[in-house]
């Protein structure tokens, strides 16, 4: 059975700090890249980051660079997202993807496997 269950998400005020976790299990970690979407109330899911293990390669969509950084334990099978100086805007609920193929994760934001999502909020 295929399971992605993200954890870590919370309050936090502007300018702080979470960070997330997805644990994987059921699927072959090294062949898929893993990523973080989210989705705020009224609004369309949108890519955050993804990583390529097999390849080391990280992505991020603009608004996050510099900000929020994808990494993962190849071993233990998880994903993790920092996420520092957050904002306002960061307020969503973020899910963890995998799927094998980058194109249809990053350009199309479709994935074979999703986990449930975890709340982040950010005051200001």
């Known amino acids: 059975e295929v399971q992605l269950v993200e954890s870590g998400g919370g309050l936090v005020q502007a300018g702080g700090s979470l960070r997330l976790s997805c644990a994987t299990s059921?699927?072959?970690?090294?062949?898929?890249?893993i990523a973080w979407f989210r989705q705020a109330p009224g609004q369309e899911r949108e890519r955050v980051a993804a990583?390529?293990?097999?390849?080391?390669?990280?992505y991020y969509v603009d608004s996050v660079k510099g900000r929020f950084t994808i990494s993962s334990d190849n071993a233990a099978n998880m994903v993790y997202l920092q996420m520092n100086n957050l904002e306002p805007d960061d307020t969503a609920v973020y899910y963890c993807?995998?799927?094998?193929?980058?194109?249809?994760?990053?350009?199309?934001?479709?994935?074979?496997?999703w986990g449930q999502g975890t709340q982040v909020t950010v005051t200001s």
């Open positions: 993807a995998a799927d094998r193929q980058l194109l249809r994760v990053w350009m199309i934001g479709v994935c074979d496997y």
């Open positions: 059921g699927f072959s970690f090294d062949d898929h890249v």
């Open positions: 990583i390529s293990s097999g390849h080391g390669s990280s």
